[in-house]
């Protein structure tokens, strides 16, 4: 076959005029930083998910850390969550020094294995996160359940979630704590940022102080029109916040949504269509349970070649990847810090090593993707 000549990213942001144009209003309305276009993206999250609080945010990162603190979690509090993850989550659970206790996943799908979930609960447990992994939604069902029954907090990372449903039911939208992230390669974007959604009031008001340096009222409330920028200090704070011109990119991308996911449906069914057959390549699971697949990410795992030479492989065909993830227990701070029951993680090890995300995103051609098909089919013939 014939080697393309321009480069196929693994992904890129679908930008168009509305976003611009938001973005230029913005800019000429003399407000930049966080005030009414973050809370109308704010609201229109919680359109989206249904609950009845949204905090945007600079990063989902910011969001974990900002929930972990307000919640109290610390030293020597156990949290469960699955190896299988971006090491965000993990460091601000290190960070607020407590200890990540980890989950195995299901080998097809890459979530959290939820029936092996209960007997890694001791008296340290404070809470359970779930990763929605590239989209398709752990089983919301069995984690709640056995949340409840133990009296823990479910915090979702719903980072892949962006139009993830389960039975129903939008991430973020079962009565607990749920955290997204817009970073460039998500299904929309605000460039960088993150939300929180909720239905705690409480948790809300100290989640919003611990946002802004530990301030109840943001910069637009206090130099607004008729503001007061007095203000006191309870609690110190982070500077965590959205800023307008990124949150006008968001409340555009949000009325997209739709269209960028059914996008991304179609490009993902056409990948496990012409990948369908080729020897050495395993296309993703996706859950038996009722649910609507989000398609942030597809990966693939390679059960014959080594992965830095497929990745190789990949690039000399101008073909961009991504991996998601490193396995969280390999690496060296966790090995380091934790003890970890390798042994127990069976189902992570077996696929840590194999998998690879191909390009997907909403402007990519129908062509692309028989492309790379195409090029993963010569190069496993060949390898």
Known sequence: MNIRKDFLPFSRPSIGEAEINKVVTCLKSGWITTGALCKEFEDKFCQLTTASKAIALNSATAGMHLTLSALGIGEDDE????????????????LRGAVPVFVDIDYGTLN?????????ITSK?????????????????????????????????????????????????????????????????????????LNDAE?????????????????WKRYGKGGNPSYDIAQPGYKYNLPDILAALGVVQLERLQEFNTRRSRLANLYLEWLKGIEGIEVPQSPGYDHTHAWHLFVIKNLTMDRDGFMNQLAEYNIGYGLHFPAVHNLSYVKKKYSVDNGSLKETNRAADKILSLPLFPDMLEG????????????????
């Open 79 to 94: 949290v469960i969550t699955p190896s299988m993850t971006f090491a965000s989550t993990v460091n601000m659970i290190a």
């Open 112 to 120: 959290i294995n939820a029936d092996l979930i209960e007997k890694s």
């Open 125 to 197: 447990t404070k809470a359970i996160i779930p990763v929605h992994f590239a989209g398709a939604p752990a089983d919301m069902e069995k984690i709640n359940r056995i949340a409840q029954k133990h009296n823990l907090i479910v915090i979702e990372d719903a980072a892949h979630a962006v139009g993830t449903y389960y039975k129903g039911i939008h991430a973020g939208g079962f009565g607990h704590i749920a955290i997204f992230s817009f970073h460039p390669i998500k299904n929309i974007t605000t460039g960088e940022g993150g939300m929180i959604t």
């Open 203 to 219: 948790l809300e008001k100290k989640l919003r102080m611990l946002r802004f340096h530990g301030i109840e009222r943001d910069a």
């Open 368 to 383: 692309d993707v028989q492309y790379v098909c195409s090029a993963i089919k010569e190069i496993m013939k060949n390898a």
